[in-house]
């Protein structure tokens, strides 16, 4: 019996619950990116790559990749959602409005002498970690990460040279989370975590309306209209945020959207195939550490059900063709350094020549303008070159002549 490396999931959309985009309005997404923009010396808008070669290869019109491994010098999109939570936290503990407060102000000495001492504390496959300690610590505060089973060392002490306290556990990523919790509540830790349960939602939606900043950065850098958008999808935090930026930007027709998962945490493609949220348990075994997650975060998965169109559930070496697609590019088309979770949408590509059925399930044709997110870049450098150098996880695809 063969093995398919991706397998497609279609949801039936009902576009009808117009109240879950209600935070990721045009004036909320330009709040977010006020604050981003006043983080002078930190702040600017990543490229947006478009692959001219790789489009005709395929045959579509044009593809476009929002490349994320030069955000902030920590090679992800992460910062973003964690930046702009701490920052609402903050500002609302000063009793202000986020959009009274600049980056300035909350990096002052004052600040720290009026709160006194916050403890920011998460869990993390990586680069969410990254994120909030590395924003705890330019505004001064102490940090508490904690990693699932099986975290790279190298994202471990990327994280510690951010100035965090860093634990590996012995459980998943969901269970890391649930510990996290029942610590934080013991030391007084303000937990900033990137999922939402009942009780727990302020800060969840900061993180993801930190997100809009990305996709508002893609959508205005576009030359036209996107035809279909794919994103990645861990918890969900980044692919609801970015499925509700492009369902408000006011487009003639709606993008397509689909999602992308890793095979061994794939809830979403479960959740698509029975029509309601599902979870995923276990080892969550996968290199892309960062869409290591069984549990969807409900405040995505309100945008996702009511908007998103397919969902793509892939296994591991989809993501390390990825990177060797976007590393190694045709003709004159740019490089892009894809970690394996970001290079997820260029496995993809490769293989629906394939899977040549998807072509026509997604609706891809020569017309078709994609827009897709490298979210990371070599953030685990070795395991990059065992990809990209050594040939690990080899896919076979079909190639055709020109």
């Given at each position: 019996?063969?093995?398919l490396?991706?397998?497609?999931?279609?949801n039936?959309?009902?576009?009808?619950?117009?109240?879950?985009?209600?935070?990721?309005?045009?004036?909320?997404?330009?709040k977010v990116?006020?604050?981003h923009?006043?983080?002078?010396?930190?702040?600017?808008?990543?490229?947006?790559?478009e692959?001219?070669?790789?489009?005709?290869?395929?045959?579509v019109?044009?593809?476009?990749?929002?490349?994320?491994?030069?955000?902030?010098?920590l090679?992800?999109?992460k910062?973003?959602?964690?930046?702009?939570?701490?920052?609402?936290?903050?500002?609302k503990?000063l009793?202000?409005?986020?959009?009274?407060?600049?980056?300035?102000?909350l990096?002052?000495?004052?600040?720290?002498?009026?709160?006194?001492?916050?403890?920011?504390a998460?869990?993390?496959?990586?680069?969410?970690?990254?994120?909030?300690?590395?924003?705890a610590?330019?505004?001064?505060?102490?940090?508490?990460?904690?990693?699932?089973?099986?975290?790279?060392?190298?994202?471990?002490?990327?994280?510690?040279?951010?100035?965090?306290?860093?634990?590996?556990?012995?459980?998943n990523?969901?269970?890391?989370?649930?510990m996290?919790?029942?610590d934080?509540?013991?030391?007084?830790?303000?937990?900033?975590?990137?999922?939402?349960?009942?009780?727990?939602?302020?800060?969840p939606?900061?993180?993801?309306?930190?997100?809009?900043?990305?996709?508002s950065?893609?959508?205005?850098?576009?030359p036209?209209?996107?035809?279909?958008?794919?994103a990645?999808?861990?918890?969900?935090?980044?692919?609801?945020?970015?499925?509700?930026?492009?369902?408000s930007?006011?487009?003639?027709k709606?993008?397509?959207f689909?999602?992308?998962?890793?095979?061994?945490a794939?809830?979403f493609?479960?959740?698509f195939?029975?029509?309601?949220?599902?979870?995923?348990?276990?080892?969550?075994?996968?290199?892309?550490?960062?869409?290591?997650?069984?549990?969807?975060?409900?405040?995505?998965?309100?945008?996702?059900?009511?908007?998103?169109?397919?969902?793509?559930?892939?296994?591991?070496?989809?993501?390390?063709?990825?990177?060797?697609?976007?590393?190694?590019?045709?003709?004159?088309?740019?490089r892009i350094?894809?970690?394996e979770?970001?290079a997820i949408?260029g496995?993809?590509?490769?293989?629906?020549?394939?899977?040549?059925?998807?072509?026509?399930?997604?609706?891809?044709?020569?017309?078709?303008?994609?827009?897709?997110?490298?979210?990371?870049?070599d953030?685990?450098?070795?395991?990059?070159?065992?990809?990209v150098?050594?040939?690990?996880?080899?896919?076979?695809f079909?190639?055709?002549?020109y």
């Open positions: 019996m063969q093995v490396q991706l397998e497609l999931a279609k039936d959309p009902a576009h009808g619950e117009q109240e879950v985009l209600k935070n990721f309005d045009k004036t909320s997404v330009k990116r006020d604050f923009k006043s983080m002078w010396g930190y702040y600017k808008p990543t490229p947006l790559v692959l001219k070669e790789l489009a005709a290869w395929l045959g019109k044009r593809i476009f990749v929002k490349d994320e491994s030069k955000r902030f010098g090679k992800s999109f910062a973003l959602g964690g930046s702009y939570a701490i920052a609402c936290y903050l500002a503990r009793g202000k409005r986020i959009e009274d407060v600049s980056f300035d102000y990096a002052s000495d004052e600040i720290r002498e009026r709160l006194g001492r916050v403890t920011f998460t869990a993390t496959d990586g680069n969410h970690g990254r994120g909030i300690a590395w924003m610590r330019i505004l001064g505060f102490p940090s508490v990460v904690y990693m699932p089973k099986g975290s790279a060392q190298a994202r471990l002490e990327a994280i510690a040279k951010e100035g965090a306290a860093v634990r590996i556990t012995e459980g990523y969901d269970d890391t989370v649930r996290l919790v029942t934080a509540a013991r030391n007084g830790w303000t937990v900033v975590q990137d999922t939402a349960w009942p009780g727990y939602e302020e800060i939606l900061w993180i993801m309306q930190g997100y809009t900043t990305m996709i950065e893609a959508l205005e850098a576009l036209e209209p996107p035809t279909h958008v794919f990645q999808a861990g918890v969900g935090s980044m692919a609801g945020s970015a499925q509700a930026v492009v369902a930007y006011g487009y003639d709606d993008p397509v689909t999602i992308l998962e890793a095979a061994a794939n809830c493609f479960r959740s195939e029975q029509g309601k949220m599902v979870s995923v348990g276990g080892e969550l075994n996968t290199i892309m550490a960062g869409l290591a997650c069984g549990e969807i975060n409900p405040l995505a998965w309100d945008i996702i059900k009511n908007y998103a169109r397919f969902c793509l559930s892939c296994r591991d070496e989809v993501a390390a063709l990825g990177m060797r697609l976007w590393g190694n590019p045709l003709g004159d088309d740019e350094i894809a970690g979770s970001g949408g496995g993809i590509i490769g293989l629906l020549e394939k899977y040549h059925n998807l072509k026509t399930d997604l609706e891809l044709n020569k017309d078709s303008v994609m827009l897709l997110f490298n979210t990371e870049g953030t685990f450098p070795d395991k990059y070159r065992d990809i150098w050594g040939g690990f996880l080899p896919v076979e079909r190639r055709r002549n």
